[in-house]
């Protein structure tokens, strides 16, 4: 039985697969952001409780994390739905693989959500509480995080696939592949980068607002988000070496591409760690999301070569319908306006209710 | 068959998904109509300059965050993760036809959630236009996301046209879109008012809790009516096929279907009956059941949708195993096993046999069917099946069973999932052959020097089928048995002889002894039962009768018969329960209560209360059968029409090999009761009586459009082997084969096809049939129907044959061979009996 023999026949397309590789790429970037604000300020947070530093800025990131997760819950919908249409044949098999435990992350984000309520709403209630909460929280969405890599892991690599013949209760998790360890390292480190750059921005926010405490939040956001970068050029580098030799030759269809991306996002990176080890937030920032942005397409070309033996996006069959895509942009325009008139609506209205 | 299936066990058959669907759509839809409960109830709050309101309804809106934003919108995210679990394949065809359709709800989702959040952060901190604007646009985007999602819901209900054109807008906007959004637009609106009592009730303010709770009840009760206007529409805009599946057709969405019928009212008397109550220790537990209720409301009307789609996720495009309609035939001719991709053992051997079978029940089986859980449990129904029954039923899926979807095998495939489902996944069933003890039965004897008399006899049809209704509780037997006699008077002109003549019975039963005299009638004499005898035990498919004939007070004749009586009725093969006598046969009460059930859930009757009270349930009383002397009751049809009718297309196997799932003549049973020598010759019961679409199609064609009969019908149009219009109506006992059909002019016959002749009528049925000189029954020379000498009796040679060994001392017709000396004193030369009667026995073994 070959790997090929088990891949599914995919579906075809509405409009060229172009189309949901920019939609994908788009919102994966806006997900990924959230995300690792979300896991990085859960980690900070915990280990921040359990040095016993739960000063304001742990009060400050509990309030938001209720919202954080939220948005990248919701911000997650669109990309799955996308790499759903380019690879659903392979993220469906994969996901069946593993399904026990893909299902639970259902779970797992419910009982977290709640938890980051609680966690806001309960904050002054005891040192011991927080800490126990914030940890349970972190824990929960590094083990969503860890079972995403798992996921999307397995689901390129379908010589692996076969062990469902002895295993079809939805429990592999396929944890010899070598990619797994540094793949997930990657993230969590990039999350915890992610995460101290957001407060550094937060309290530079305040700070720009005309608040005059915001340097120790800076300084606190600043150091997490530099240590954790200086972490993930190693953890980086380990998932570069862990990566099919297909991929590393760099001799597949648009390996330029990929080599290119994976300059400038390393050297963005670069760029980002200099100015935040000077505490030149906002630059560090800008340094930044051009890092993640060029990995999130670096990801992508990995993804198309590591496939590349067995499907290439281009090969699916596209029978054209437009109007369902152009009424889809159009909404898509209105929806960022109707939220862009919302905002304004809270933020200019003060005009308080007798 | 593109994907692999998660194999779930207990928590397969559609648990995972109800469990997670049901949940999440009452609260999606909470989320719906929850929004405009918020804006009008602070419009109301304004209007009334209540601030005592609007405090309720920042409450009411945290509340309404807490639920419908965090455990609403995650299990959304489950729904679309578990039926990716489940259904791999229609969850691609969904995401593929509807992408844009899911992205553009996804910015609605994100439009509610920023809108939600503004809104209730923003609560007495901006204007009160502000905040209201903010509260109608959460509105807007979750009202668009439900016309998105139903679009989509019921693309897979009803895709109509889309299956032509494959045209997105069609597909979204499909013949139930618009009744769909109607009904669940009313059911949002309903469920905020019943999520609505659960905080109203919590206001300490009596005053204002008593009003806030009967503003909840009219959110309750107003859109219910709108609602069951908008269902009558639902269904009206459902095509009639789909309206059958759901209404008549699958039992098992009935309790779905009385459920949300009755509790339409009970919701509504539950809205005023909380409006009239005040203390709030009452009111908190009743809008705890309100909302429970409401919960098995709108529970029982996705049950209900999803009947409406079966036997497919995508209605009449992809099937509920994820096989493609247009995909069909194609699997169906090169097996599952060579299609699907995730197959371990694509060859067959003896020796992986069962393993195969595992993986066809994985692939076929349980994408729908849960093992050992709540919901459609597959061992609870295979448990019911022996392999020949399941065989004939995975053979009808998709017709006689609409519900399910078409076998996607082969012949040797259908024959490995139904052996592993019955003696593999349910170990009850062992397909050994009966255990048959041989009996010795010796005729009596004839001094063809000396006696002067020949007594013939038998019964007028060959074995009855018994179910012992003492026992079983079920009355579903033929008429009772009738013998007859003729006593001959030997000499050079043989002579039937009548007057003054008596004929007596003695028959050992498993009851006791039985014993009279034979009516004289014209011809012949006759002894009719007015019961069946019961049969013996152990267990034997005869009782043998002794036979005298008296001439004057003196015994001048005497013979035995065997009186063939089985007690083998194969109803548990698809019926369930165990053989109730010597592990081999008699009707169980367990299998006599399971069809009861099937019964009543499919005519509606009550049946099985009747049979729990240990009245016998009497079949013909109902369906008239001329055996036992009954007429139908008005609409019903006859009980043969109506039992092969019903049968013919579930048990329909394209081997012709039916009968014997039902009646008593089984190469693996006890009775074996074709054992003449037709059977001998390899005949079926089909050269005769046709195959079991065939049979049934004449039954029911007589029936004409009585009752069912037309529906049943219907379900024969690809199953018969002769054209249904070719079939002749014919009458069941009356209008029988004949065989003169192949025998023509009673000679050696050129056809062994005799269906479709009947006789007319009783006169020419074989049992009142005469040769040419109109003196002798063909019966007492022959034997009876399906045991027609030389009888192979498989307990003992002699019971097949106890008269022509008694008369000749060969197994074959009375006079086979020239052997006129039975009778006749002098050689014959005439045929006078029949044309052939002086040819020597051809068949000999």
Redo the contacts between chains.
């Keep these: ?1 070959t790997a090929a ?10 409009v060229p697969w172009g189309w ?1 590789q920019i ?1 994908l790429t788009i919102t994966f970037f806006m997900h990924l952001v959230l995300m690792n604000i979300l896991l990085g300020c859960s980690l900070i947070t915990f280990f921040r409780h359990a040095a016993g530093k739960s000063t304001e800025t742990n009060k400050v990131i509990s309030g938001k994390l209720p ?1 954080t997760v ?2 990248t ?3 997650g ?2 990309p799955l ?2 790499l ?2 380019l690879y ?2 392979f993220m ?2 994969s ?3 593993m ?1 026990s435990y ?2 639970l ?2 779970g797992i ?2 009982l977290t ?2 938890g980051t ?1 609680i966690y806001s709403l309960t904050y002054d209630k005891g040192a011991d509480f927080r800490t126990v909460l914030s940890g349970a929280i972190a824990l929960a969405l590094l083990a969503v995080a860890f079972l995403f890599t798992c996921n999307l892991a397995l689901m390129v690599n379908p010589e692996s ?1 076969s062990a ?2 002895s295993n ?3 429990t592999l998790l396929n944890l010899t592949d070598p990619t797994l360890a540094p793949r997930f390292l990657h993230s969590v480190f990039a999350s915890l980068a992610v995460g101290g750059l957001s407060i550094g921005l937060y309290y530079d926010f305040k700070k720009r607002r005309g608040d005059t405490d915001c340097d120790g939040g800076i300084s606190t956001g600043m150091n997490w988000f530099a240590g954790a970068t200086i972490l993930n050029f190693g953890a980086g580098t380990w998932y570069w070496g862990s990566l099919p030799q297909s991929v590393r030759t760099l001799t597949g269809e648009g390996s330029a591409f990929f080599l290119t991306f994976l300059l400038l996002g390393i050297v963005a990176a670069i760029f980002s760690l200099i100015y935040g080890l000077l505490h030149r937030v906002r630059s560090a920032a800008y340094s930044l999301l051009a890092a993640l942005f060029c990995m999130v397409l670096v990801r992508e070309f990995a993804r198309r070569l590591t496939l590349a033996p067995w499907f290439k996006t281009s090969d699916l069959e596209v ?1 054209p ?1 437009y ?3 152009i ?2 942009l159009l ?2 325009s ?2 960022i306006g ?2 862009w008139y ?2 304004r ?2 933020l200019t ?5 007798s | 068959m ?7 066990d207990a928590f397969g058959g559609g648990t ?1 998904i109800a469990l ?1 669907a049901v949940v999440h759509v009452y609260v999606a839809h909470f989320a719906v109509g929850g929004g405009l409960f918020l804006v009008l109830t602070e419009l109301k709050g304004l209007r009334e300059k209540s601030p005592a309101i ?1 405090e309720y309804t920042r409450k009411h809106a945290r509340f309404f965050l ?1 639920l419908t ?3 609403g ?3 959304g ?2 729904i679309w ?2 039926i ?2 489940l259904s ?2 229609a ?3 969904l ?2 036809i ?7 709800e ?6 509610e ?3 939600l ?2 809104y209730y952060y ?1 609560f ?5 236009r ?2 209201l ?2 509260g109608w ?1 959460y509105f807007a985007c979750a009202w668009l996301s439900l016309f998105v999602i139903n679009g989509v819901i019921d693309f897979m209900l009803t895709p109509g046209t889309w299956l032509h054109d ?4 069609t597909g979204f906007f499909n013949p139930t879109f618009w009744p769909a959004l109607f009904f669940r637009t009313f059911l949002a609106l309903m469920i905020a008012g019943l999520f609505g009592f659960l905080t109203s009730v919590n206001i300490k303010d009596p005053t204002l809790r008593h009003k806030m709770v009967r503003y909840c009840g009219l959110w309750l009760m107003a859109p219910l009516l709108l609602l069951l206007g908008s269902a009558l529409w639902y269904k009206s805009a459902l095509p009639p096929a789909q309206q059958q599946m759901i209404f008549s057709t699958s039992p098992e969405l009935k309790p779905f279907l009385s459920g949300f019928v009755f509790l339409s009212p009970i919701l509504f008397a539950g809205g005023l009956l909380i409006a009239a109550l005040r203390p709030q220790a009452i009111l908190r537990p009743v809008a705890w059941i309100l909302l429970l209720l409401g919960f098995l409301y709108m529970g029982s009307f996705e049950f209900i949708r999803e009947g409406g789609r079966r036997p497919f996720i995508i209605h009449d495009f992809l099937y509920s195993n994820s096989i493609l309609k247009k995909d069909l035939p194609q699997v169906q001719e090169r097996g599952v096993l060579q299609t699907a ?2 197959i ?1 053992h694509r060859e067959i051997t003896p020796e992986n046999r069962m393993n195969a079978g595992k993986e066809l029940t ?1 692939l076929l089986c349980l994408p729908c069917h849960s093992e050992g859980g709540l919901l459609n449990d597959i061992s609870l129904q295979a448990r019911k099946y022996t392999p020949e029954g399941m065989l004939a039923f995975i053979n009808s899926m998709g017709t006689a069973n609409p519900y399910m979807p078409p076998f996607a095998g082969n012949r040797e495939e259908a024959a490995i999932l139904a052996e592993y489902l019955t003696t593999r996944m349910v170990p009850r069933f062992a397909t050994v052959p009966a255990d048959i003890t041989p009996v010795t039965v010796s005729p009596l004897p004839f001094d063809p020097e000396t006696s002067e008399y020949v007594l013939l006899a038998g019964p007028t049809l060959g074995t009855i089928l018994s179910s012992e209704p003492e026992e079983s509780g079920i009355d579903i037997s033929y008429g009772p048995p009738t013998l007859r006699a003729q006593l001959i008077f030997r000499d050079a002109s043989p002579s039937l002889i009548m007057d003054g003549v008596t004929v007596s019975y003695s028959l050992e039963t498993g009851k006791g002894l039985l014993q009279g005299n034979f009516a004289q009638l014209d011809g012949y004499f006759e002894k009719t039962f007015t019961e069946i005898p019961s049969v013996s035990s152990p267990y034997q498919p005869f009782l043998i009768a002794e036979l005298q004939a008296e001439v004057e007070g003196k015994i001048v004749a005497a013979t035995k018969i065997k009186l063939g009586i089985s007690t083998e009725l194969g109803c548990r093969n698809c019926h369930g329960g165990s053989w109730r006598q010597d592990g081999k046969s008699g009707l169980s009460r367990s299998t006599a209560a399971n069809i009861l059930v099937i019964h009543d859930k499919r005519s509606n009757t009550n049946l099985s209360a009747d049979f729990s009270k240990e009245i016998t349930v009497v079949c013909s009383s109902c369906h008239g059968d001329f055996s036992r002397g009954t007429e139908s009751s008005p609409g019903l049809l006859s009980l043969s029409a109506a039992m092969h009718g019903f049968h013919a297309g579930l048990l329909f196997n394209a081997e012709g090999n039916s009968c014997i799932l039902c009646h008593s003549s089984s190469e693996t049973g006890a009775s074996h009761s074709f054992d003449g020598i037709h059977k001998q010759l390899d005949l079926s019961c089909s050269n005769c009586h046709g195959s079991l679409a065939d049979h049934a199609t004449g039954l029911l064609k007589k029936e004409g459009n009585t009752g069912q009969a037309e529906k049943l019908l219907s379900l024969l149009e690809d199953k018969t082997e002769v054209a249904i219009d070719e079939i002749n109506p014919r009458s069941p006992w009356t209008m029988e084969p004949d065989c003169l059909t192949c025998h023509v002019d009673f000679q050696p016959p050129e056809t062994d096809d005799g269906f479709n002749i009947w006789t007319e009528n009783v006169e020419g049925l074989f049992h009142n049939r005469m040769g040419e000189a109109a003196v002798v029954l063909c019966s007492s020379c022959h034997g009876q129907p399906h045991s027609l000498y030389p009888a192979n009796n498989r307990y003992g040679m002699a019971i097949g044959a106890l008269q022509p060994l008694q008369y000749q001392d060969s197994p074959y017709p009375i006079a086979a061979d020239k052997g006129c000396a039975v009778c006749h004193t002098i050689e014959m030369e005439d045929e006078m009996h029949h044309p052939g009667s002086l040819a020597t026995f051809r068949n000999r073994e």
């Design positions: 039985m023999q088990l891949i599914p026949t995919p579906d075809v397309l509405q949901f939609l919202f939220a948005f819950i919701n911000f919908v669109a739905l996308f759903q249409v659903g044949h469906y098999a996901s069946v693989l399904a893909w299902l992350i259902v984000l419910i959500y709640y309520y696939w469902y013949f079809p209760r939805g029978v319908q109007s369902p895509l009424v889809f909404i898509f209105a929806g109707l939220i919302m905002i609506l809270v209205d003060k005009e308080v209710r | 593109n994907y692999p299936i998660w194999l779930l995972l997670i609007l807490l934003m965090v455990f919108g995650l299990t995210v489950g993760f578990t990716a679990l791999p394949a969850t691609s065809k995401i593929h509807f992408v844009f359709a899911w992205a553009t996804w910015v609605f989702f994100v439009g959630i920023v809108a959040l503004l923003s007495n901190k901006i204007s009160s502000s905040h604007i903010l646009i494959n045209n997105f807008w991709r995730w371990k994985t």
